[in-house]
């Protein structure tokens, strides 16, 4: 079998085993598909007369010069005005409350224009979708909002975050949609709207065509992180080198070899012990 046609066959492999809740199909099921945005968002906020009036999906947003930028999974608005930012976190460390309050306050600074005023900003909904079941209590949605500690009374300040748990599978809509979610097969699926999306990605050519661009970008994204990888393994192999020889030479105190071969002093140590880092 020549190269290409072997590169196909893998691509498609991968494309049967994707679900909405990796982040890239996710992306793809959104895109230009406001009705299936709408679905989920009604689910996930509990609002079923939510309309959405628009969404992008790899929104980028950096306002601020030499701030963080971040790339939004999809970003939402409602007829009223509400932005819904909608993450896949797949991993626990890219769940961290600290990302969801970044997220949260991108989109401030993203929706209050020079002379506006503060009370004209937006109600916000950081929703992140993880796999796992964050707060591990068997809860559908973990809803965070600020409080006044002294009165109990809501802050009221218009920002919402919910943490969505893709475990969870009660007999409710959000189970059947965090059912969804998980699903390859559309067959599987309770919801028309995605069956219809994951139908269309998988096995019409034109929604596979899309689908194997996608996964092309992941494989080069992938290949510049594993060099990316070899280069920091191959500078950390030349540090613990340097300082190996330091030590054998046994002229330099442990915190001039920390120092000279950028590893930290514990690291140092443990090299003069033999334990290796």
């Known amino acids: 079998m020549d190269t290409a046609a072997e ?65 939004l999974d999809a970003y ?3 007829s009223s005005g509400k932005k819904y930012d909608i993450e896949i976190q797949r991993e626990d460390r890219g769940a961290e ?20 005023k503060f009370s004209e900003l937006p109600d916000t909904y950081t929703i992140f979708i993880t796999e796992k079941d964050f707060y591990g209590m068997g809860k559908p949605v973990y809803s965070i ?4 500690r002294e009165t109990g009374k809501a802050f009221e300040d218009g920002a919402h975050i919910l943490y ?17 979610f998980n699903c390859t097969n559309a067959g599987e699926m309770n919801f028309e709207l995605m069956a219809e999306r994951t139908r269309y990605l998988k096995e019409n050519p ?18 510049e992180a594993g060099m990316k990888e070899g280069l920091k393994e191959g500078l950390r192999e030349g540090m613990k080198t340097a300082a ?34």
């Open 164 to 180: 969505v748990n893709g475990e969870y599978r009660g007999d409710s809509d959000i189970g059947r949609l965090m059912h969804d």
């Open 206 to 223: 034109e929604g596979v065509s899309q689908m194997c661009k996608v996964i092309e970008e992941m494989r080069r994204e992938e290949r």
């Open 76 to 78: 939402g608005e409602d």
């Open 97 to 116: 409350p600290q990302r969801a309050r970044y997220h949260s306050s991108v989109m401030d600074v993203e929706n209050l224009d020079a002379g506006q």
């Open 7 to 71: 590169k196909r066959l893998q691509d498609l492999e991968r494309l049967r085993r994707l679900r909405p809740i990796d982040d890239d199909f996710m992306r793809c099921m959104f895109k230009d598909n406001i009705p299936l945005v709408e679905l989920v968002l009604r689910i996930l906020t509990g609002k079923p007369d939510l309309v959405i009036i628009d969404c992008q999906t790899q929104k980028d947003m950096k306002r601020l010069a030499g701030a963080r930028s971040i790339c």
């Open 244 to 277: 190996l020889r330091m030590l054998e030479a046994g002229k330099y105190a442990l915190e001039d070899i920390a120092g000279i071969s950028g590893l930290s002093l514990d690291e140092v140590k443990k090299l003069q012990a033999g334990q290796g880092m």
């Open 145 to 148: 909002e600020r409080t006044i």
